[in-house]
């Protein structure tokens, strides 16, 4: 059997999880459809025990991470397993630029249960300071829409108070950009719905972390919450991260090129893009105008979320609750079209 210390990251996400290699067996983990089992083992039933599906996803998130992946029904329902370990009066930290619905959970938080919640720009050097003072701190790296690079390594390798955690939610970077746990976070956090799903046709969320006592604590929140990832959900996962290196080779060559050809475009103000990975944020004059861009591609779909095989964008400042980005940024995540094909699309509808 192979171990993920004898392979790179690459042939672990092809060989993670695989079923023992027996005579006669399926080279695929097969979909299992099962509410129950028949009593005598392990495994019981399908909220509390892991399915094969989902053992299999897990071994492979948890070896590209380096710790012990859990998975959940979505991101958020994996954020919330983490989140909702906080006592009454916690002190947490947070980008002002992270995902709304986590925003959403610290300020139910601070209304509910007292939690004293602080928003920090996420490359603020004083997010090392933090680890001293607070309780947790949750650090998305790059940030949501901005883009925003974090100093990951400083925050976690920064010394802790006893008991503080870091956590990363590393949906955007991916564990083929990053890998907090080996920097010292205590937990990672992906949204599975993205780059490790990558087909935008699922929902489906992991917590990874090195800590027994945590994987207990995690697992148990899945069961009580009910927060248990689909059958199918994880078998088409596990199948979609089985090429998240090659997808994210090639969306990153092409958001690279994107973002160059872009930042040279007379009807584009401005163009955040940290360098790597495939998620592309470019600022037009006014919402009218971006608004007209993303109706006009015809590639490029106009639709939300991130990190499939497809292009998609869309302004964010367009949901609720995102005041704070400027009014004509349009977020784009590069799929694995041709580059080519791609930038003729977007020249054109540009003008
Ligand atoms: N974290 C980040 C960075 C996200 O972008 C998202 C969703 O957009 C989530 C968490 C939540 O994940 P899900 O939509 O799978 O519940």
């Keep these: 059997m192979l171990e993920r210390a004898d392979v790179s990251a690459a042939t672990w996400a092809i060989v993670g999880g695989r079923p023992p290699a027996e005579p006669g067996a399926p080279l695929n983990v097969p979909l299992v459809a099962a509410s129950t089992f028949i009593q005598g083992a392990e495994r019981i039933y399908s909220r509390n025990e892991a399915t094969p599906g989902w053992e299999a996803l897990e071994a492979l998130v948890g070896g590209l991470e ?61 997010w090392p300071d933090r680890a001293q003072t607070a309780d947790l701190l949750w650090v998305e790296s790059p940030s949501n829409p901005l883009l925003d690079v974090a100093d990951v390594a400083a925050i976690c390798a920064a010394p802790r108070r006893p008991g503080t955690r870091v956590v990363v939610d590393n949906t955007f970077a991916t564990p083929l950009g990053q890998q907090p746990l080996t920097l010292g976070a205590d937990l990672v956090v992906h949204s599975a719905t993205k780059f490790i799903g990558g087909h935008s046709d699922l929902l489906l969320g992991l917590a990874v972390t090195a800590d027994e006592e945590q994987l207990r604590l995690l697992r148990t929140a ?15 996962a596990l199948r979609g991260a089985r090429t998240l290196p090659l997808r994210l080779r090639q969306a990153t060559a092409t958001a690279q090129l994107l973002a160059g050809r872009l930042a040279a475009h007379a009807a584009v103000t401005r163009v955040r893009y940290p360098g790597f990975g495939a998620i592309v944020s470019f600022e037009l004059a ?63 509808a540009l003008g």
């Design 222 to 236: 899945r069961g009580l919450n009910g927060a248990t990832p689909g059958t199918l959900e994880c078998f088409l």
């Design 286 to 348: 006014d919402a009218p105008a971006a608004d007209a861009l993303c109706a006009a591609t015809r590639i490029v779909r106009h639709a939300t979320s991130l990190g499939g095989v497809e292009t998609t964008m869309e302004r964010r400042a367009a949901h609720p609750g995102q005041e704070h980005i400027p009014a004509g940024l349009i977020r784009m995540s590069v799929g694995c079209e041709d580059a080519e094909d791609l930038w003729a699309d977007l020249a054109a």
């Design 66 to 126: 380096g710790g012990e992946a859990v998975a959940f029904a979505s991101g958020m329902a994996a954020c919330a397993a983490v989140l909702q370990q906080l006592p009454s009066g916690a002190r947490l930290v947070l980008g002002d630029d992270c995902y709304q619905g986590v925003a959403g959970i610290a300020e139910a938080g601070a209304r509910d249960h007292g939690w004293a919640v602080e928003r920090l720009p996420v490359a603020d050097p004083a």
